[in-house]
């Protein structure tokens, strides 16, 4: 018989995260504050995130050591799964090998708790007490929740108001781990009121749900305020599904040509990736990297390279990034964890030095390949992951063209079974 799943032992997942910012071709740009544009110290950040946190944000080691405690709290889910897909080389007809690491058997469906558990142990460390967060189609919310009930931190969640209406139930999960969540925006904080002063039917945005998060940090001494994405942190600690990968493509003859992402803040694109770019930086291997992002918010293949906020009101620090303007209200597009207007400064800067490549789908695409791949593999794919999927059939399909065996390697960051709303409009035609 032959191996569909490739399977690592407990024991062997990587006791550290790889921090890429040694090996950039260049440093980082400096983050600014938003009042003063002159460059953040640690001070500035230290009401917002714990010290150990602000420490990775800048760190310039690059292997840092993950924590016993958040290690077993990994292994409820990890090591995840890698797959080969195939059922779907089959449906393509292609020459090309693709393999699949899956991230939604996670508790809360998705890559973002491998960063959420590492975050809410450093709040504990430090011995925070409450942590705001923002949400847009809940899984952030969730995963944080999830993370912050089991080191007893109390976590309160402002959720894009679209999302809290149509997502009930990730308003449900996030409930049953103890957590609080309310629209936004909402009426709690300054930010909130200001939008529905001026529009009392807002159906909010992330932009505005972050700016009610961090005036919720910022202004209360027991509290501190956590981002799901975009952050050099929140990168570093995502990186553990690249290096689990690599370990298990040693139990293959295989080594990926492609690797292929979904991109929101970018998070777990870089997670995946950021491992296999160091092979390519070093000069061992030459890898093409895809950052499959939605036509209707493409920052990376749209967005200018520059400073920018990475909230509606400018609370939040300005960043040099791919954006499309800190104002940018995007399409409701069913996509909700892609809706960002910015992306990750680490995975900008590689995008504008050439290392990595993007592209970008429209809505009606990714879910033609949705349907394909849970037709085909059996799971029913988030429509963020059904970015990278597209992706990937794109490219099995330019294999079949030239004939080539290319080995292609994709992230299915998370499962749609919160998402069968969107699937039933795909279904009735109503997606156009
Ligand atoms: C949040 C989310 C994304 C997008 O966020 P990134 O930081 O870009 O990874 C993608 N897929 C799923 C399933 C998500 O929940």
């Not at 993950?66 to 080389?89: K, N, Q």
């Not at 781990?177 to 904080?189: D, E, F, M, Q, R």
């Not at 499959?292 to 400018?314: I, N, Q, R």
């Not at 290392?355 to 390949?369: E, T, W």
């Amino acid at each position: 018989m032959r191996n569909r799943k490739i399977i690592m032992s407990e024991q062997d997942i990587p006791r550290k995260w790889y921090n890429i910012q040694p090996d950039l071709p260049r440093p980082l740009d400096p983050p600014l504050h938003p009042a003063t544009n002159q460059p953040l110290g640690p001070d500035d950040l230290a009401p917002l995130f714990p010290m150990a946190l602000i420490g990775q944000e800048v760190s310039q080691e690059r292997w840092i050591d993950i924590p016993d405690e958040v290690l077993d709290i990994y292994s409820m889910w990890r090591p995840t799964p890698l797959y080969r897909a195939f059922g779907l080389e089959k449906e393509l007809q292609t020459p090309a090998k693709i393999y699949y690491k899956y991230e939604g058997v996670s508790p809360a469906g998705s890559h973002k708790p491998n960063t959420a558990v590492a975050q809410a142990y450093y709040n504990k460390q430090e011995n925070v007490k409450r942590i705001s967060t923002e949400t847009g189609a809940g899984q952030w919310g969730s995963a944080l929740s999830f993370a912050c009930q089991h080191f007893g931190i109390e976590c309160m969640v402002y959720m894009v108001r679209i999302s809290f209406e149509q997502k009930p139930y990730r308003k449900s999960m996030i409930n049953a781990w103890g957590a609080s969540v309310v629209p936004s925006p909402s009426n709690l904080t300054a930010a909130g009121r200001a939008i529905l002063e001026k529009d009392p039917n807002s159906t909010g945005s992330l932009g505005i749900a972050i700016s009610e998060a961090v005036e919720d940090a910022a202004s209360r001494e027991d509290t501190k305020y956590s981002l799901g994405s975009v952050l050099n942190h929140v990168v570093l600690h995502q990186t553990i599904i690249g290096l689990e990968c690599q370990k298990q493509f040693e139990q293959t003859s295989d080594y990926p040509d492609v690797v292929i992402g979904c991109h929101g803040g970018g998070s777990n694109f870089a997670g995946l990736t950021f491992p296999f770019v160091k092979e390519k930086l070093d000069g061992k291997r030459n890898i093409k990297f895809v950052a499959a992002e939605p036509a209707s918010c493409p920052s990376l293949t749209g967005g200018k390279y520059e400073y920018d906020f990475g909230d509606v009101a400018g609370l939040a620090p300005s960043v040099k990034m791919y954006t499309l303007g800190h104002d940018f209200v995007p399409e409701p597009i069913h996509a909700g964890g892609l809706r960002y207007h910015g992306a990750s400064p680490l995975v900008s800067l590689l995008v504008h030095e050439g290392v990595i490549g993007a592209a970008a789908y429209d809505q009606l695409s990714i879910f033609k390949s949705a349907v394909m791949f849970a037709r085909t593999e059996g799971i029913i794919p988030a429509p963020e992951s059904s970015h990278a999927i597209h992706g990937a059939i794109v490219e099995a399909l330019e294999c079949k063209k030239t004939g080539e065996a290319k080995t292609i390697l994709f992230g299915l960051s998370g499962h749609g079974h919160l998402d069968l709303a969107a699937y039933d409009a795909y279904l009735s035609g109503a997606i156009k």
